[in-house]
């Protein structure tokens, strides 16, 4: 089963839906459909097995970046589905099509929200 991105007239994600695999029939169903090909297991640029949530032997399949969400950016030169962006201060990595946080995320096992006033990271305790 493939997913398919439709794009209003600046690039933005509008809709996505389910179409054939390319190799269900012959054509090109990027075409048919009008619609950019996505795949619901890529994440940062990385196909991930939807069975064990590892990385998948077939690299192949992972079709732009990042699956295809509504509100989501088109960008043709990086040929890669792009998040908006959460922050202002966060910066998109060109290797995965993500933002990044000008620090990064506490390894300790707790919870963090981030508070783009102090650029930081605030502990979540509720």
Request: hydrophobic share 30%; aromatic share 16%.
């Amino acid at each position: 089963m493939a997913h398919y991105a439709y794009l209003d007239e600046n690039n933005i994600v509008t809709m996505v839906i389910v179409g054939k695999n390319e190799d269900e029939a012959p054509g090109d169903w990027e075409i048919y459909y009008g619609a950019k090909r996505t795949s619901y297991n890529t994440r940062g640029g990385v196909y991930y097995t939807p069975d064990t949530n590892e990385p998948g032997p077939d690299q192949s399949k992972a079709y732009r970046k990042n699956y295809a969400g509504i509100g989501y950016t088109y960008d043709a030169t990086r040929d890669a589905f792009i998040p908006p962006q959460p922050f202002p201060s966060w910066v998109l990595s060109e290797q995965s099509c993500l933002w990044d946080a000008p620090v990064p995320y506490p390894t300790d096992g707790k919870r963090y929200s981030w508070d783009e006033a102090t650029l930081s990271w605030i502990e979540v305790t509720e």
